[in-house]
């Protein structure tokens, strides 16, 4: 063979090990997509603003929540005002001052005082005339000095001057003149011009609409002081017709107030009203509430709480972890970590923070507790 055909054979030889030395490449494989959440199922990477819990059985304890506010005790409190006309000449309590009863709020120089009396001195000066005119007629008829006629004269004139003598010291008592100084002959009497306006009851000065100098009048809608026992309030709430039958007096309740939350006040119930209100369809439950503490404002709003019934085992979940929905209420149940399944239930209230859950789920199951609220922004993406 010649040297020609001995290279090319050699050449051949050549290509075929290099062709046999490499190995096919396999084919690219596309790159894996995540899954896809199944139908109905939410997935929502695990935050700390989700929480989840086992459905369970609870005792919880049934409470009827009524709204009112606060307010005084109805005869724990006097609206002031003068009796008489006349011109301040000294306030003796300020706003905020604590009073006994009987205590003086402040004094007035009145005319009025001054014309009821002289008028009262000269009642009992005719009342004086007209009893021994009446016991010298009597003497003259008896030895038949005088005609009867003119006896029963003096007789009538002793009636009209002991109902004028009357009538002017009801008028003295009216302007709170002391029965006893009355009582005293008209020599000892030391009746003035100054009227001393008392509290009828002890407690605070809430509100002071005076000052020295001022001209008062004798106008009941002319409120000078007020004075309440702010050491024993009353909540004023109503409650419906239908929850009626499950409020009774002497009750014992609860009351939160927005300022103090998570604080119960314990109260008891007073009265029930006697009459519904045709707008509101509702009735006024007053409950007293202790304050020597000094918390509680009038006019605060309040929620009064009354508990309704025994303890019960309940399937109850937090109120946060229900999410309403054109007028329908849902929980997410928990399918996986990271993915929830939003279930339809119907529940009822009993407490506060709580929910009785009456269908949809059952014991065991897990639900979102706290961020439903999240995972209902995130189906609706």
């Known amino acids: 063979m010649s040297s020609v055909a001995n290279r090319a054979v050699a050449v051949t030889l050549v290509l075929v090990l290099c062709a046999c030395s490499q190995k096919p490449e396999p084919a690219s494989a596309p790159a894996a997509s995540p899954a896809e959440p199944a139908s109905g199922q939410v997935a929502l990477p695990s935050t700390g603003q989700i929480e989840t819990a086992v459905v369970d059985f609870k005792p919880v304890q049934p409470e009827l929540v009524l709204v009112g506010k606060i307010a005084y005790g109805e005869d724990r409190y006097s609206k002031i005002s003068s009796p008489l006309q006349g011109r301040v000449v000294e306030v003796r309590a300020k706003l905020g001052d604590r009073v006994e009863a009987g205590a003086t709020l402040l004094v007035i120089d009145s005319s009025d005082i001054t014309a009821a009396y ?41 009636i009209k001057a002991r109902a004028e003598f009357r009538r002017a010291k009801e008028r003295l008592l009216s302007l709170r003149i002391p029965a006893a100084e009355l009582e005293k002959p008209l020599a000892q009497q030391r009746i003035t011009s100054r009227f001393e306006m008392k509290s009828p009851l002890a407690g605070t000065v809430v509100e002071r ?33 239908r929850d009626l039958a499950l409020v009774k007096v002497s009750q014992v309740g609860r009351i939160n ?52 019934g025994d303890a019960t085992p309940f399937l109850a979940i937090p109120k946060e972890a229900v999410v309403e929905i054109d007028g329908k209420h849902f929980v997410y149940l928990v399918e996986a970590p990271g993915r929830y399944v939003k279930r339809e239930v119907v529940v009822s209230n009993v407490s506060g923070g709580q929910v009785r859950v009456l269908e949809g789920v059952t014991s065991g199951q897990r639900i979102v507790t706290k961020g439903a609220v999240l995972v ?6």
């Open 118 to 158: 002289s008028e009262f001195v000269k009642e009992a000066s005719e009342l004086e005339y007209s009893s021994r005119a009446q016991e010298l007629a009597k003497e003259l008829y008896a030895t038949k000095a005088l005609a009867l006629k003119d006896l029963k004269q003096a007789e009538n004139d002793l």
């Open 209 to 241: 609409a005076v000052t020295p100098g001022q001209s008062v009048g004798g106008d009941p809608a002319q409120v000078l002081f007020t004075v309440a026992d702010l050491d024993r309030l009353q909540v004023v709430a109503d409650v419906y017709e």
């Open 257 to 308: 107030v927005e300022a103090y939350p998570g604080t119960d006040f314990a109260s008891v119930v007073a009265s029930i009203g006697d009459v519904v209100d045709p707008n509101t369809r509702t009735i006024k439950v007053r409950a007293w509430v202790d304050n020597r503490d000094q918390r509680l404002k009038p006019e605060m709003f309040a929620r009064l709480r009354l508990d309704v």
């Open 376 to 381: 209902k922004g995130q189906e609706v993406k």
